[in-house]
């Protein structure tokens, strides 16, 4: 876990290099014990090939664990002093004679392993201030440590969920209605991702942990896969959310290729930057010369949604409901949104409204120009055989 030169590994470098250099010893370094085994996690050494990162050895053999079940001291100045430690394997290394070692303990009092030391002549200066001085460092390498291995606990329990809904084929998808503003005709569906309810997360979280732990491409285009599979079960079109990091991945390219296009809004994501808009639109072109249109989400919302729109010269821009809901009640909004048509206007892009969730709303984005709407107030994410056809009367919420 700790053999990458990361700036945790590097810390744990320096506290090894001063324990080996205070006590003037050979070597120094840090194990991982799991119950069973001890694991030789970092060394700092002037002895070649005395201690080895990746070096394992069982637990119950070591000297850490003889010093951690009372039968040895921590300090030993001569090893030889000790027939317990002479009948375990390290006492059979003629170059190891002087040892020193002292727990690792965790916040929670569990003990990852050890911080030791150790030199080939005997060190009658050792004492117990050099255990002082281990402990010391000992704690700090602790503090180091945890976070990483906090890390590592939520990338396993995240793990522990996702993996039966990738194995199952993705997140269940339903599709939301987009519906004419004017006319209150559906003219498209959102497909939406669900996950188990039991989670208690909201569908841009689960997404995000299935990146953190390098699933997050192969979650999107599963999702990807099923909203596609709804094609064929509803007219008109269906709007895909997508990563632009999972977009610029050839799998996702190639998954993109074999799908109907001129029925494909893709949606582009604002959850991330975009590092290379050049890659971006490379990406794109083709899928959208063959009639996929884009649309860019949450606009209104920050800045790298308007970046998106000026690079990327989307056929849908689509507003956050941060500045639909209430737009009703609300002159500022209104102002805001009626500036956003006029933008979208100018670039010939289509603008939906997220979040409509009251009449009143609808009436005043279909007031400021606004094309299409959907949320609450037209309907939730369903079943494409729960979708109608006309929205002329809203569903109750």
Not at 24 to 41: C, I, K, P, V, Y
Not at 101 to 116: E, H, I, K, N
Not at 298 to 324: E, M, N, Q, W, Y
Request: charged share 20%; glycine share 8%; proline share 6%.
């Amino acid at each position: 876990m700790l053999g990458t030169r990361t700036e945790a590994a590097e810390q744990l470098a320096d506290l090894l290099r001063t324990a080996r250099q205070s006590l003037g010893l050979g070597s120094a370094f840090l194990t991982r014990m799991d119950g069973t085994t001890q694991h030789l996690e970092a060394v700092d050494s002037t002895i070649p090939d005395m201690f080895s990162v990746g070096m394992a050895q069982p637990q119950e053999s070591s000297f850490c664990q003889a010093i951690m079940d009372g039968r040895l001291p921590p300090v030993m100045a001569d090893v030889t002093d000790y027939p317990e430690a002479m009948a375990l394997p390290g006492g059979k290394v003629p170059w190891l004679r002087s040892f020193v070692s002292v727990p690792v303990v965790l916040s929670d009092g569990t003990v990852y392993g050890t911080f030791c030391a150790a030199g080939f002549p005997t060190d009658p200066a050792l004492a117990s201030r050099d255990r002082a001085l281990m402990d010391v460092l000992s704690h700090a390498a602790s503090v180091i440590i945890e976070p990483g291995l906090r890390e590592l606990a939520r990338h396993a329990e995240i793990s522990d969920r996702l993996t039966p809904v990738l194995n199952a084929g993705g997140p269940v998808v339903l599709l939301q209605p987009i519906v004419d503003l004017a006319s209150r005709r559906r003219v498209g569906a959102e497909a939406l991702s669900r996950f188990p309810r039991e989670w208690n997360l909201p569908p841009d979280r689960c997404f995000a942990e299935a990146h953190a732990i390098g699933e997050g491409h192969r979650l999107e285009m599963l999702a990807l896969r099923r909203a596609a599979a709804h094609l064929d079960r509803v007219p008109h079109y269906v709007t895909m959310n997508v990563s632009p990091a999972t977009l610029l991945t050839k799998a996702c390219t190639r998954l993109l290729q074999g799908f109907p296009l001129d029925r494909v809004v893709l949606e582009l994501s604002e959850h991330e930057p975009v590092e290379d808009y050049d890659a971006l639109k490379a990406v794109l072109a083709p899928l959208r010369a063959r009639g996929m249109r884009l649309a860019i989400d949450d606009v209104g919302a920050g800045f790298s949604s308007l970046r998106h729109i000026v690079v990327t010269a989307p056929d849908v821009i689509k507003l956050d409901r941060s500045i639909v809901t209430g737009i009703g009640a609300d002159s500022v909004l209104s102002v805001v949104t009626h500036s956003l048509v006029d933008l979208a206007r100018a670039t010939g892009a289509t603008v939906v409204a997220e979040g409509v969730e009251t009449e009143a709303d609808a009436a005043a984005l279909a007031a400021v120009g606004v094309d299409l709407g959907q949320g609450w107030h037209f309907g939730r994410a369903t079943s494409p055989e729960e979708l109608r056809e006309d929205y002329a009367v809203a569903l109750s919420v």
